[in-house]
Every structure is written in C-alpha cells, then in structure tokens.
C-alpha cells in the first residue's frame, strides 16, 4: 500500500474555511464555529510553512511534529548533534501564539525546577505556589537525557494526565499541552538514558537526519544571511488549536481499523527479536495519530493507510530489543516495518456510514 505522505508545507492545503470565520471589525478573522476538517488545513498549511522556513528539506519530520501536536500528545526529538533538533522544537513554538517555556536539562536541575515549589509567605502567613516552566502550552526540554531519573520522572504526571502534584495539591495545565523533548543518542558521557515509562510517553519519535546537498545548500544562502527563527511571527492561536484538537477527536475510525491497530500492536508483544513489546498505551496513541493524520490528509475518517504512516514514528521508540537482534543490527523501526507487511489490511470501506 503506497503511503499518502504531504511532500511539502503546502501538500496541506485541502479546502478553504471561509464558512467556519467571519470578518469583525478592523477586517480581523475571528472564530464563530467549531473548527472542520476543512478549516484545520488552512491553519496546518501555514503551521508548515513556517517551521519549514527554518527546517530546510524536512517536509517528513514537520509531518510528524503537527501529528503529535493534533494528536494531543508530545515529541521526541532523537538525533546527532547539529541537524536541527533544538530549532524544530522552537520553530513549532514560534509559530503558535500560546505559552511557550524551553526547559535546558542538566545533571544539577532539580525537580521542582520543573514542576515549581510552594514558598512561605511572611505577610499572609501561608505557602503558596509558584508555578515551574512546565506551566506553559508548549514546553521545549532540550537534551532530556542530561537530567537525573530523579528529574526526569517529574515530566511523568505532566504527559499523561495533563497536571502537576505538589505537596499534596494537584494543579491542571492549561491545554493544548504538548512536551517536545531533544536528546542526543550518541555522546552518552554524563547522560541518563531515558526509563521505559518515560518513553512510552512520548506519543511519537523522530529523527532529522541529514539534510541532502540541495537542502544544505539552500540553508547556506538562507541562513548565512539572516536568522530565519528571528523572521518567524505565529500563524495560529491557542484558541485555534483547541478547537482543531476538538475537530479531530471526531474524526472516524471504524471498527475494522481498530481492530488493525490493535493487532499490529499485538503482534510486536510476539516478536522474538523483542524483549519488550508495544504497551496499551501506544494502542491509543496509535488510534489518535492515525486520526490526526487523517485530518492532515482532509478527511472525517481513518483509513488503513493513515495508522501506517504513523506506526513507525508512534511504535519504534516503545519497543526493547534482545541483545540477539542488536548484534544483527536489526532496528525497531526495521521490525515495525515488518509488521506493516505481515499484518493483514482491512478491505472494504472503512469510512463512516452515511
């Protein structure tokens, strides 16, 4: 099955939204409906086009960045020093006008420099709470892996439950809420490797690669000249993103496809390569990038091609290989990879009844 892949920031554009705005005074668009599939384009499209502006050549990774944002889930960025790991992150947040704090793990952070800490106050004679950096809509955490497990498991009730714990009082963060974490896999000197849990998190992986010639050499006449993240203004709101969140929740998957998803993730827990397969959290997350890329691509409904397309980025990261399948070299990704093929595909129409 040929994947139905966006090839460039604009391979977003389905359709206009001109019945879900209206013009309020001054000419400016403001929101009046709840958001469509139709209306989720225009604002990817220009979601996409802005990232790109500072990520050259990789149309695949912001693929990717927007379904884990759409999938309300978070992004880990994995990749050698210098392909744009760090500018990805703050170029999707750049182009949101929401919250935005960028955490730099280190050996020495503490978690409550993270979460935050409830201080006395003299005059009122009480504590109160001063909230950490992970009080934002987007929160950047560069090289994650620098911090103690200690510290790193402060991200743990933030990415799955949406809410922070201290001393004893549990305060909600303000959706959208989506972590995107970088780590470098190759210089491990004064690195903690990340906990299986804390993987299973992360809704999906990427790596950037590097840029092949024709895309360097257009970042050299872009970049030498002027800082394009400095150039970069949002394109889109809070507000928007809600309501886009809201649109793909309900977009359709039929039971046929569930029952896809379910025993690709299955398979993975059979694999004698594994030590550790697919968890049911990554079932989930698995149905909801599925959904999201489907919005992406214009429709109201998931199709076999869609939980393909994400399997790889949703699956690889979660799964723990026996030193065998190490020796050989074999990948995860190689291994999902497999599945895709070995699994059955539903047939028929898998959209919704009419």
Sequence with gaps: MTPNMPTSGTAFAGGGHADAVTRGNGGHVRETEPATIATLHGTVQRIAANVEQVLVGKPEVVRIALVTLLAEGHLLVEDVPGVGKTSLAKALARSIDCTVNRIQFTPDLLPSDITGVSLYNRQAESFEFRPGPVFANIVVGDEINRASPKTQSALLECMEEDQVTVDGETYALDAPFMVIATQNPIEMEGTYALPEAQRDRFTARV????????????????????????????????????????????????????????????????????????????????????????????????????????????????????????????????????????????RGDTGPRR
């Design 207 to 346: 790596s950037i690669g590097y840029p092949d010639p024709q895309a360097e050499l257009a970042m050299v006449d872009e970049h030498t000249g002027r800082e394009p993240m400095e150039q970069l203004r949002p394109v889109a709101d809070a507000d928007q993103i809600r309501a886009l969140l809201r649109a793909v929740r309900g977009v359709h998957v039929s039971t046929e496809l569930r029952r896809y998803v379910i025993d690709l993730v299955t398979a993975t827990r059979t694999l004698p390569e594994l030590r550790l397969g697919a968890s049911p959290r990554s079932t989930l997350q698995l149905v909801r990038a599925a959904r999201a890329q489907a919005a992406l691509s214009g429709r109201d409904y998931v199709i076999p091609d869609d939980v393909q397309n994400v399997a790889v980025p949703v699956l690889a990261h979660r799964l723990v290989l026996t030193s065998e399948a190490r020796a050989t070299r074999r990948s995860a990704s190689d291994l999902v990879g497999s599945l895709l093929r070995r699994v059955e595909v539903p």
